[in-house]
C-alpha cells in the first residue's frame, strides 16, 4: 500500500479498501444504539488484535492493541475522564511483553514524572513468586 491518504493497491493487485466485519464484533450492553466495547481481529486469524472499551455513564475509553499477534499487549491509551481527549498511553518499547514505557497519546512523547521507569529489568515476577507472596498480610 502506498503513504498516500487514498487508499492504493498492493502489488498483487489487491486492495485493502474495506474493513470486514466478519472479524469483529461489537457489544451493546444497555441497548442504547451503540457498542460499549468492540473487539477486532485485523488479519482474520481469530486472534483479537484491539479491543476498544467505553464506560456508557461516564464516556471513559480505553483502546488496546496486540499488534503483533504474540497475545501480549503491546499499547494502552486512556481517555480518563470521557472527553474524548486520551489521557494517558502505555506501550512495551523492548517488546518483552511487559509495559514499560508511559506516554502522553497526543504527542507521543515520553512522560517523565516522579515515577521511576515502568520495567527496569529487575521487575519481573514469576507465577511462582506471585503463589509465595502474601500481599496482605493473612498468612
Given amino acids: ?13 489487491t486492495s485493502d479498501t474495506m474493513f470486514d466485519m466478519s472479524v469483529s464484533m461489537s457489544v451493546d450492553t444497555d441497548q442504547d444504539g451503540y457498542a460499549e466495547t468492540t473487539i477486532v481481529d485485523f488479519e482474520g486469524d481469530g486472534v483479537a488484535d484491539a479491543y476498544d472499551m467505553i464506560d456508557p455513564t461516564t464516556g471513559a475509553e480505553t483502546v488496546i492493541f496486540d499488534a503483533d499477534g504474540d497475545g501480549f499487549v503491546d499499547t494502552i491509551v486512556t481517555d480518563t475522564d470521557g ?4 489521557d494517558e498511553g502505555a506501550s512495551d518499547s523492548d517488546g518483552d511483553g511487559e509495559l514499560d514505557s508511559s506516554f502522553d497519546p497526543n504527542t507521543g512523547e515520553v512522560i517523565d514524572g ?7 529489568g ?16 493473612d498468612g
Fill in 1 to 13: 500500500m502506498s503513504d498516500c491518504s487514498i487508499p492504493d493497491t498492493y502489488e498483487d493487485g
Fill in 83 to 86: 472527553d474524548m481527549v486520551f
Fill in 114 to 120: 516522579p515515577f521511576p521507569q515502568l520495567d527496569d
Fill in 122 to 137: 529487575t521487575t519481573d515476577i514469576t507465577a511462582t513468586d506471585a503463589e509465595a507472596s502474601d500481599g496482605n498480610d
